[in-house]
């Protein structure tokens, strides 16, 4: 059973491009959270994503955007990118359960470097 | 609202037992602990309920302490495959599906 994956897994950008990062949830889970972890940080919160739809965000600008397909799978968009942009992003998926939060199974993030 | 670890870290040698602490400002429905090892993704740990009972598997276990806010991660007889650094999640009531992350507590273990 293939865990969660995330896709590319490093990316070097300069500032003000765009970057698109994907994530493939665990077989059988239906929920992908984002999040961004600076070095030395815990993670934070970015959104969740759940039926398509942005089910709850966290306190990040709106060039943070991202989608989630039929299949479950999900991509985080960042425009404009910024130097303090930099960190790894984790995705992460669970199932439902009774509206509150599951064990989240993490990918191995990407590495995101903004110069 | 980001909830408080302590310590910051701790050295132990194999063998010796930790407490990790977690602290919030803000009333909880739930405090999720993670291991994140140096270069890999955070691992679940266990979930903690309010109301509900002291969590552990092996030698390490947690409490949620309702009236204080705060929950404890327990590691007895530590080994050195539990280095890394420990997150605490938590979970506010009122606040659906998002985890407010402390900042970690990093330990490292010696032979």
């Known amino acids: 059973d293939a865990g969660v994956t995330q896709s590319p897994t490093h990316l070097i950008k300069t500032r003000g491009q765009q970057v698109t990062l994907r994530c493939s949830p665990k077989s059988g889970h239906d929920t992908v959270s984002w999040y961004q972890q600076a070095l030395g940080q815990g993670p934070q919160f970015i959104f969740q994503?759940?039926?398509?739809?942005?089910?709850q965000r966290g306190n990040f600008p709106d060039r943070f955007s991202g989608h989630q397909f039929p299949n479950y799978s999900s991509e985080l968009n960042v425009n404009a990118l910024l130097l303090g942009d930099s960190a790894l992003y984790l995705c992460?998926?669970?199932?439902?359960?009774?509206?509150?939060?599951?064990?989240?199974?993490f990918g191995p993030g990407t590495r995101l470097t903004v110069l | 609202q980001q909830p408080v670890q302590s310590p910051q870290a701790v050295i132990l040698r194999e063998g010796e037992d930790a407490v990790i602490n977690c602290s919030s400002s803000?009333?909880?429905?739930?405090v999720h602990w993670y291991r994140q090892k140096h270069g890999e993704a955070p691992v679940f740990l266990m979930i903690l309920l309010k109301g509900g009972e002291q969590k552990g598997h092996e030698k390490i276990s947690a409490s949620f302490n309702e009236k204080k806010q705060q929950s404890s991660l327990y590691l007895t007889a530590s080994q050195l495959s539990y280095s890394g650094t420990y997150f605490c999640?938590?979970?506010?009531?009122?606040?659906?599906?998002?985890?407010?992350w402390g900042a970690g507590t990093k330990l490292i273990i010696k032979p």
């Open positions: 803000k009333a909880l429905y739930s």
């Open positions: 994503y759940y039926e398509e739809e942005e089910r």
């Open positions: 999640g938590t979970e506010l009531e009122g606040s659906n599906y998002q985890l407010i």
């Open positions: 992460a998926s669970s199932s439902l359960f009774s509206g509150r939060v599951n064990e989240q199974f």
